[in-house]
């Protein structure tokens, strides 16, 4: 079972955080992942994530991690990402973004494009890393969201806000 939330407040609200926060006692893990204490509430797993505007909450009954971007508010990244790409990208998700390939590209009505695939590797990288509850400890380039048979993942937009890419990502098992 998966639950994905979206609410756009403009102002950086953080309703699902403090909703989280409500629901009963939150614990850090080692590198910050947040997990349910409350007894009632063993089972359930959550991961948040945040633009500008917008931010993602997505409850599941295993471990999860997502991650979310807004294309609208990122002026430049067209000439931008090549150069975050060969920084923090493998070999070959750097080949896929710069491929033209479909295989992993959102269903649409947009192009499928270099930026856009861009997005995609971006927030299954970084839902990856919430989703193992390591982090930025983790490091970009020490793994290939193509190459994780452990997990798997869900990327699209937001029905209600087409310019957020989502990832999330859960384990096989």
């Known amino acids: 079972m998966q639950r994905i939330c979206h609410y756009s407040g403009g102002k950086r609200e953080r309703v699902f955080k403090s909703l989280i926060d409500n629901l009963g006692p939150v614990r850090k893990g080692p590198h910050g992942?947040?997990?349910?204490?409350?007894?009632?509430?063993?089972?359930?797993?959550?991961?948040?994530s945040y633009t500008q505007e917008d931010e993602i909450l997505c409850l599941s009954d295993c471990e999860v991690g997502v991650d979310c971007e807004s294309t609208i508010a990122r002026p430049g990244i067209g000439k931008r990402y090549k150069a975050i790409a060969s920084?923090?990208?493998?070999?070959?998700?750097?080949?896929?973004?710069?491929?033209?390939?479909?295989?992993?590209?959102?269903?649409?009505?947009?192009?499928?494009?270099?930026?856009?695939?861009?997005?995609?590797?971006?927030?299954?990288?970084?839902?990856?890393?919430?989703?193992?509850?390591?982090?930025?400890?983790?490091?970009?380039?020490?793994?290939s969201v193509f190459q994780l048979p452990q997990v798997?993942?869900?990327?699209?937009?937001?029905?209600?806000?087409?310019?957020i890419i989502y990832s999330v990502c859960e384990g096989n098992g």
């Open 87 to 143: 920084r923090y990208f493998t070999e070959d998700e750097q080949a896929y973004v710069e491929s033209g390939g479909t295989e992993y590209c959102l269903k649409t009505a947009d192009i499928c494009d270099a930026v856009q695939r861009f997005f995609v590797v971006w927030t299954r990288k970084e839902a990856y890393m919430k989703y193992t509850g390591n982090g930025f400890s983790e490091g970009f380039l020490s793994f």
């Open 33 to 48: 992942k947040p997990y349910f204490t409350e007894a009632g509430l063993a089972g359930i797993f959550f991961s948040l």
């Open 152 to 163: 798997s993942f869900k990327t699209g937009r937001l029905p209600d806000a087409p310019h």
